[in-house]
């Protein structure tokens, strides 16, 4: 409670001083002069000025930048709704639009410009505004989708930015059936060339995004960490600025600071008054006494989002509060994923009291529980004065999706003119081409279709390719009908494939086969579930147990992971790869059959079920079996294979407890000459290489770094990636190096296995697991050497079996830190030989001799 007085107090004297203190950054002097400034309040008889020095322009003098066929004016001389907003007046009129209408700007310079949409439904004696539903896009980008203000108790703003490359730029207001649309007022004015770069980090797994200049942007929250609100009068491009209290979860640990605007500098190349005023700059959240709350915490913001989009996250620091250089270091956090580790602002900025702005891409896919969050906290391991973190200014942005719309899934569906049309036209012939080509195609397949083609119902049984060993064909393309592209015409022959028996693909599978095999695809029948679709155990005819796995059909990257499982695994027999009996394609199905593997994943071993534990044995034969499966892939192949998913959940095991990979879906073939493959990210968060994630590089070096997360998890039997533990144990990859580094490794081993362990065989293991997380590819082993040094770990474990089983006055284990010597009394090489991590393995000794038969 005393931090959270303290905090108030600091707000309020902030405001208060804000208030009465005259300081040199007057807006007169640092405001941006737009060269376009279109401001229009609609429905107004007269123009409007605003607390800020803004002239909002009357109907009657933009009557000419709207196109609409009918238009009723509305105005109220008082609102029913209170608001402190500069822009109280523009909500008193508005324009009705009961048809579709369009605001038609000329842009004389392109770049970046704000738009700005002022809504309040106000009474009318024949339209409710309240029931007005509308859609609004800004050009080709969908701002609005079916909008409505149901309440009156508040107005509605919505800020947006747009880089405008054309010289007309048009607001278009949609209705759906029987209703209408409506606005307040319209801001479209130019921002700084400076505002917004087109590259920026990118969260997860670090990297750049670029290509921002291409997409539009809404401004979701605007925070005056710290401080209090800042209005349009006070800032550089009449934005809003608002404090940041309701978004502070844990304000005792808060505590507000201030210094004079007129103390903070710019520097040239870095943060300006326009990307924050000094206002924003002066007033910060730094740590609490953590005497007075809890020892290790970070200062932390919650903003609620709509998921499906990625966000542009802008981060404002100024340190105003060191007394002397590189004395603040901290580490800035965004969904639990690190933004900035050791963030020293002072290296950065060349001196105290400068500002400076971070911009983060934060992926849709990192956007969980439908919000953002933003922390700061201490920089361990690093020697500072300063045990404290800060933050300025926080901006959540939200950036439009692949469909160009910023409210939903949902494309403009407007008219732009003649250009537009001859484009649509140019659309039509080419389908209308491709339809005559499809028919005529269609007809002679029907010509040439087979005897029994009524029984065989699959699209890709008789109408392609023409020829059975034919690879491309027309329908190769990038759709839904692409399937069809590799599934040649079958032979009359039950239950094959022609063209993939051919191709020596596996055996086709008819559906009725499979239903049978799994009794209609019984949900009871299920034992696992995938991004693929579910996993059912089936029996063939002839009693073969099998799992049959099922495309979901909601599943657009289906068809991709159904093609490279088939072309991949044809190609591979190996005893540890997961094999593919067969498949299925009709009605449109897409059906993979694999080898049954009566023990399942690997993880359901590890942890999550009550399934016997694993011996540290199994664990290491099991790890081996893996290894060798990936290192087939990278070397015994006539061309490297990447597997690109490497995990627990793709390592399965038969009744033996064999280990053998599985799930090729995202697997890529290496190139020879570049050594590696140009791709976009995909894999499973925890896993995944943060080389590849950076530069987009596929290499084979991707897949050892996960099986070093595998290897890691099998030793310490949790899951990769858990939000729930404290910071530092989120990532097991990073949390397992902290306590090797620390030489303490068996402290977070599988309870159940501790003390099992001979020391040298760990050592090793770890060793080997530390190699393969290597920051850079280069660093790491081969799958070969990974490989060899789990056999090594295995013979290490075996032979301190033996002597213990061979010698009831040793201890329990072998202590591998004081080899003994060589007995000199006739005993036997292999009782009496000692092992030690650090000796060398010569020829002549056993260990030697049982990694030669491939142990």
């Known amino acids: 409670m005393g931090g959270s007085k303290t905090r108030k107090t600091h707000t309020f004297l902030v405001v208060f001083f804000f208030l009465v203190v005259n300081f040199s950054f007057a807006k007169n002097d640092l405001a941006f002069s737009p060269p376009d400034n279109f401001l229009i309040d609609c429905g107004s008889s007269q123009d409007t000025t605003l607390d800020d020095g803004r002239v909002f322009k009357s109907d009657s003098s933009t009557r000419s930048y709207l196109e609409t066929n009918e238009e009723v004016q509305v105005s109220a001389d008082s609102l029913l709704v209170n608001t402190s907003s500069s822009a109280v007046r523009l909500y008193k009129t508005a324009r009705i639009l009961p048809s579709e209408s369009k605001y038609t700007l000329h842009i004389s310079h392109p770049g970046w410009h704000w738009i700005r949409l002022y809504f309040y439904p106000l009474p009318h004696p024949k339209y409710n505004l309240n029931d007005a539903v509308f859609t609004v896009a800004a050009d080709e980008f969908v701002l609005l989708h079916e909008f409505s203000v149901r309440d009156n108790s508040s107005v509605v703003f919505k800020e947006y930015l747009f880089n405008l490359t054309d010289e007309r730029f048009s607001l278009i207001f949609k209705p759906i059936k029987n209703s209408y649309a409506f606005i307040n007022a319209i801001e479209v004015v130019s921002a700084p060339a400076s505002l917004i770069s087109d590259s920026a980090a990118t969260l997860p797994q670090g990297g750049t995004f670029n290509g921002l200049f291409n ?28 404090p940041d209290t309701p978004f502070n979860t844990f304000p005792q640990g808060a505590q507000a600071v201030s210094v004079p605007p007129s103390t903070v500098k710019f520097r040239e190349g870095g943060a300006s008054p326009y990307i924050a005023p000094p206002w924003v700059y002066a007033t910060a959240d730094q740590m609490a006494d953590s005497e007075t709350v809890l020892p290790n915490f970070n200062l932390t913001w919650e903003m609620s989002v709509d998921p499906g989009f990625s966000y542009l996250v802008r981060m404002h620091f100024c340190d105003i509060v060191s007394k002397s250089l590189n004395d603040l270091y901290f580490n800035v956090y965004i969904n639990d994923m690190i933004g900035v580790s050791s963030l020293d602002l002072s290296s950065l900025t060349g001196g105290l009291s400068t500002a400076y702005y971070a911009d983060f891409v934060v992926n849709a896919s990192a956007i969980t529980n439908s919000s953002v969050r933003v922390q700061v906290g201490t920089a361990s391991g690093i020697e500072s004065g300063l045990a404290n973190a800060i933050l300025n200014g926080l901006e959540v942005i939200k950036m439009s999706n692949i ?34 080509l499809l028919l005529a195609i269609s007809f002679i397949r029907w010509q040439k279709r087979p005897q029994d083609w009524q029984k065989r119902n699959s699209f890709s049984s008789w109408l392609l390719p023409l020829q059975g060993n034919t690879n491309s064909t027309f329908f190769s393309s990038k759709s839904g009908s692409r399937r069809s592209s590799m599934f040649g015409s079958r032979k009359s022959k039950s239950g094959y494939s022609g063209f993939f028996s051919n191709q020596g693909f596996g055996r086709y599978f008819g559906l009725a086969e499979l239903q049978n095999a799994t009794q209609n695809f019984d949900e009871k029948a299920v034992i696992g579930v995938g991004g693929f679709g579910k996993v059912y155990i089936g029996d063939l005819e002839d009693g073969t147990k099998t799992a049959i796995k099922r495309g979901n059909h909601s599943s657009q990257q289906g068809i991709n992971e159904f093609q490279t499982e088939i072309q991949m695994l044809s190609k591979l027999r190996h005893r540890h790869l997961v094999s593919l009996i067969g498949f299925s394609d009709e009605n449109s199905e897409m059906i993979l059959v694999y080898e049954y593997m009566s023990n399942g994943p690997l993880r359901d071993h590890l942890y999550g079920s009550t399934l016997p534990t694993l011996s540290w044995k199994q664990r290491l034969e099991i790890c081996i079996g893996a290894a060798r499966g990936l290192h087939y892939l990278h070397t015994g192949a006539s061309q490297p294979i990447i597997h690109r998913d490497v995990k627990t959940t793709n390592i399965l095991l038969d009744e033996n407890f064999v280990a053998k990979v599985s799930d090729f879906g995202l697997s890529k073939a290496a190139s020879v000459d570049q050594g590696h493959v140009s791709t976009a990210v995909k894999g499973s968060f925890g896993y995944l290489d943060p080389e590849y994630f950076r530069k987009q590089q596929l290499t084979e070096k991707s897949d050892v770094y996960s099986f070093g997360v595998v290897l890691f998890e099998v030793l310490c039997a949790r899951s990769v990636i858990n939000p729930a533990l404290p910071r530092e144990q989120v990532s097991l990859a990073e949390w397992a190096m902290q306590w090797h580094r620390k030489g303490m490794i068996e402290k977070i081993i599988d309870p159940k296995i501790v003390g099992t362990i001979n020391s040298g065989s760990l050592k090793k293991y770890v060793e080997a697991a530390e190699k393969c997380l290597a920051e850079y590819g280069v660093d790491r082993p081969g799958m070969g050497d990974v490989l060899w040094n789990l056999e090594y770990a295995l013979q290490l474990q075996e032979a301190s079996s033996e002597a213990e089983a061979l010698d009831d006055k ?34 002549g000794s056993p260990i030697f001799s049982q990694l030669a038969n491939g142990r």
């Open 215 to 242: 997409y539009a942007f809404e401004v979701s929250y605007r925070l005056n960490v710290g401080g209090g609100i800042v209005s349009p009068k006070n800032d550089t491009l009449s934005r809003t600025w608002f």
């Open 403 to 436: 469909d160009g719309s910023l409210n939903g899934f949902f494309a403009a569906d407007v008219s732009h003119g003649v250009s537009i049309m001859k484009i649509l036209a140019g659309i039509g012939l080419a389908m209308g081409v491709s339809a005559m």
């Open 810 to 843: 040793s201890t329990n284990l072998i202590d591998l830190e004081k080899p003994s010597k060589a007995n000199s009394g006739g005993e036997s090489a292999a009782t009496a030989v000692a092992i030690n991590d650090d000796s060398e393995v010569t020829v």
